[in-house]
């Protein structure tokens, strides 16, 4: 599991705590992996286990998890092992319902107020996923994807719904990458992620809004096709 050895040795000490930098660095190395697929849905999480991989105690990784819980990537049953969570049909369906809603207007009002460091890194962003989706590299595209989501959320203004955006985001994005989705919807994917960015470069903020509602249809109908022939 080469996504969780990537543990910092370093510590920093403030007023001798260092519980809350272990616990981030838990968080996101716990995140990382179910985003890439190192994790898988409906694998159970040992916190021992995920302790002696991180190189680290328990209580942070139980703190991580907790947040990961939270976010929706993470379940936790009760008198059941916590496992990475794996959403049913229904729930993809209502998140997917969710992100036609605010995903559009995050992408207005990024149009309205990008900075140029926003610009590059949705760039690079957009060029990493066409790289990947040549190679047909599912997890270089999951992280390019991931790039393009936080920044975009980043950047909001409204930081609540930028927040809300990426959770949402972050609860189906194996939907995007998983083993059923063909190279020709990665490609055109990427695509519809480059003419959001393209929309936001040119400030035209109805284009931008316009680009992510066609790209959140276009994922939402891409599954009701897994529904129909799966």
């Not at 994790?39 to 991580?64: D, K, M, N, W």
């Not at 990493?128 to 959320?153: F, P």
């Not at 990426?166 to 189906?172: C, E, K, V």
């Amino acid at each position: 599991m080469a996504e969780l050895k990537k543990l910092a040795k370093s510590k920093e000490r403030k007023n001798g705590v260092e519980r809350p930098l272990l616990r981030e660095v838990a968080y996101e190395r716990l995140k990382s992996a179910i985003q890439v697929g190192e994790l898988q849905p409906g694998e159970p999480l040992s916190e021992l286990r995920l302790s002696e991989l991180l190189q680290i105690s328990r209580t942070p990784v139980r703190e991580a998890l907790q947040l990961l819980v939270q976010e929706g990537l993470v379940k936790n049953m009760p008198n059941r092992a916590m496992t990475v969570a794996a959403p049913s049909m229904q729930e993809v369906l209502n998140v997917l319902h969710i992100r036609t809603l605010i995903d559009p207007e995050i992408a207005r009002l990024v149009a309205e107020s990008a900075t140029k460091e926003t610009l590059d890194i949705l760039h690079q962003s957009v060029q990493g996923l066409e790289e990947a989706s040549r190679n047909e590299d599912r997890v270089g595209w999951s992280k390019a994807d991931t790039l393009y989501h936080e920044t975009l959320s980043n950047a909001c203004p409204n930081f609540l719904l930028g927040q809300l955006g990426l959770q949402m985001r972050n609860r189906t994005h194996l939907v995007a990458t998983d083993v059923q989705t063909t190279p020709a919807r990665l490609e055109a994917c990427t695509l519809e992620h480059q003419e959001v960015v393209d929309a936001i470069a040119r400030r035209d903020a109805t284009a931008a809004q316009e680009a992510m509602r066609n790209h959140v249809h276009h994922l939402r109908e891409s599954f009701f096709k897994r529904l129909t022939h799966g």
